[in-house]
């Protein structure tokens, strides 16, 4: 009967490393986990030589290879298969793999088989790459948030630290549904501030090619009419006059499509530097409306992912930094850099954030009991789940609101324009009927 080597947590998150005899790597899992044990790994141990080999026998067999030249042999052989990976993996793809390796462990399948088998579902590119080298990984002896550590494109600090907390306490399925959740809160919230952006910047962007096309093409064959009349133009009309040569001829057109981008290029070069970011991410709270709705999602977001990863069990000051890592304000960094500082020389978590000044008092106050009753995580999630529905109805009414006002800026641009070109006959009529 064939001998399984395996490796397994048992009761307390204890990894055990043991062998058993069993017909099949099926039934040897079941008899692990008959035994009390969650399976990480299970492999058939080789077959000893019971002979040995002349080097110059050509009926001599090959010794196994081991992990790491089957690694080596992989990538060679993968020169003829390159596949080129540009960018990160989509949070599609990574929540649906989340929740079908949730789904097999769930099953009580072994983790080096799961990433197999969800690596052939896979489509060719980083994603399939980097499962690649984690199933080689584990199969070489490498705990599974290890490997993934080593691909921080597919897998970040948050995802990796969750996983590494579901394997110690033997709870990998429950955290990785846990992941799943959170990732799809998380980009639910993303796409509803993008779409709110999406009609307003639309209505903008066209706006201006039509005032644009009328400045080049329209108002040039008004101002040759206007040569004709005997008296004066109107100022108004002069001033339109002067930004149509200016538009047609200066390059004015080149200013009024180019700044857009001048300035989002601009503000990427300055987020590069660390100083910068802090600037920009001080301004962004500052803008009316709009910086209310970015204070509530980084809370909503901060307080999620600290909420997850504290239920998952990961000790506090731990958690403290990878929420400091992928809150994605430099305010709010600085502000958790501070609790956790002040919770590491013994105090708790709601004062030195009170006294940072950045949360309204209710998260604070609600933290706080929290922290009295022991019951943080559930406190922080009810935390990001109010500021979830407080950043909809924001949203919803930024968007009422920027309608009208879109509406009143077209309706002034327009309004000039009109009044502008016609101005010019207006006065020419009056003059006639004068001197008539």
Avoid at 152 to 161: A, C, E, M, S, T
Avoid at 196 to 214: D, E, H, N, Q, R
Avoid at 284 to 296: A, D, E, F, T
Wanted: include cysteine; aromatic fraction near 8%.
């Amino acid at each position: 009967m064939p001998t399984f080597q395996y490796e397994a947590l048992n009761g307390s998150g204890q990894q055990v490393k043991a062998e058993i005899d069993a017909g099949t790597s099926d039934e040897a899992i079941s008899k692990v986990r008959s035994q009390g044990y969650f399976v990480t790994k299970i492999r058939e141990k080789a077959a000893k030589k019971t002979s040995k080999s002349s080097p110059g026998d050509p009926t001599a067999t090959a010794a196994p290879a081991t992990p790491a030249a089957a690694r080596r042999k992989k990538k060679k052989k993968g020169l003829n298969e390159l596949s080129f990976s540009v960018g990160k993996v989509s949070q599609k793809i990574l929540v649906q793999f989340t929740r079908q390796l949730s789904t097999l462990q769930d099953a009580g399948l072994p983790i080096l088989r799961s990433i197999k088998i969800l690596h052939q579902q896979q489509k060719p590119g980083l994603m399939r790459d980097a499962l690649d080298d984690v199933a080689n990984d584990v199969e070489g002896g490498t705990t599974l948030s290890e490997s993934f550590s080593r691909h921080p494109r597919v897998f970040d600090k948050l995802y990796v630290n969750m996983v590494q907390a579901g394997e110690t306490g033997g709870v990998l399925d429950v955290i990785l549904q846990r992941l799943a959740e959170f990732m799809e809160k998380s980009q639910k919230l993303k796409r509803r501030l993008k779409g709110a952006m999406i009609y307003p910047a639309v209505v903008i962007s066209f706006a201006c090619l039509m005032v644009t096309g009328i400045m080049i093409i329209v108002i040039p064959k008004f101002k040759k009419l206007f040569a004709q009349f005997k008296t004066g133009l109107p100022e108004i009309t002069q001033i339109l006059i002067n930004i149509s040569w200016w538009m047609a001829h200066d390059y004015g057109w080149a200013w009024v499509l180019g700044t857009p981008f001048g300035v989002y290029f601009f503000i990427k070069l300055v987020g590069k530097t660390k100083p910068g970011r802090f600037v920009l991410d001080v301004v962004k709270l500052k803008i009316p409306v709009m910086g209310q709705i970015i204070k509530k999602s980084t809370i909503a977001r901060f307080t999620r992912t600290l909420g997850t990863l504290l239920s998952a069990g990961v000790p506090i000051l731990e958690a403290i930094n990878i929420t400091r890592d992928t809150c994605g304000n430099m305010v709010y960094e600085k502000a958790l850099q501070k609790v956790h500082d002040a919770i590491r020389e013994g105090e708790g978590f709601a004062t030195p954030l009170r006294n940072a000044r950045v949360c309204d008092s209710i998260v604070v106050n609600m933290i706080d009991v929290g922290e009295e009753t022991g019951d943080m995580d559930k406190m922080l999630m009810k935390i990001a789940d109010n500021y979830d529905e407080e950043v909809d109805v924001m949203v919803a009414s930024m968007v009422s609101i920027l309608e009208p006002i879109m509406i009143v800026v077209l309706g002034t641009i327009v309004g000039f324009i009109v009044i502008a070109v016609f101005y010019p006959y207006i006065k020419l009529l009056s003059t006639m009927s004068n001197g008539g």
